[in-house]
């Protein structure tokens, strides 16, 4: 993805440094800082809460993920261009590996060096629709859709009602972990798309 000359990058400040090394957290529309008091403890705390379930062994070297704050109009231009959908969607995930569904988190069984898992890129306006139009909190549903990013990096899909299943009972054990209620309970509807 082109680096945007406007975007800054926040530094986390965890007690986990090394979760915290392997995340990089571009903010590129202003917006987001606007509606978060803490966008990058966010996006660190939805990382680590996936760790926690998929598994991540102490002293293992983690994966390095990039976590875009965009807009709408940066993430309707990347899934036209990449995707061949014309118009914006609340989450775009580029893994740089070949996940297999259900595997453990790269790093985690002692692979050599650092892995670079990825992009997760957050559109702000659909968050925001989203959000209010399912009545869910703002962080909630970005927390969610940083989650619903890092599985897709991981492997994990929703093309298939299987597949769906599978992803979306991993997301609501994860979302447990940041106390999140279950993203899904609403009628006929999918949190993410």
Known sequence: MPEDPGSSVLQVKTPD?????????????????SRL???GALCLQAVTA???????E???TPPEISV???????????NRDYRGFD???NVLSFALTDGETGAQIPGAAGAPGIV????????????????????????SHASHLVVHGVLHLLGYDHEEDDQ??????????????LGIDDPYSLPDERGVA
């Open 17 to 33: 440094f090394e979760i915290a090394e392997g995340l990089a957290i571009s903010v590129s529309c202003p917006l987001w800082q």
């Open 37 to 39: 008091s803490d966008a």
């Open 50 to 56: 996936v760790y926690q379930v998929i598994g991540h």
């Open 58 to 60: 102490d002293g293992a």
């Open 68 to 78: 875009v704050l965009a807009d709408n109009k940066t993430v309707h231009e990347l």
């Open 87 to 89: 118009k914006p969607t």
């Open 116 to 139: 670079m898992l990825g992009d997760v890129i957050l559109a702000f306006e659909t968050v925001e629709n989203e959000a209010r139009s399912q009545e869910k909190s703002f962080e």
């Open 164 to 177: 769906a299943e599978e992803m979306e009972a991993l997301e609501k054990r994860i979302l447990a972990v």
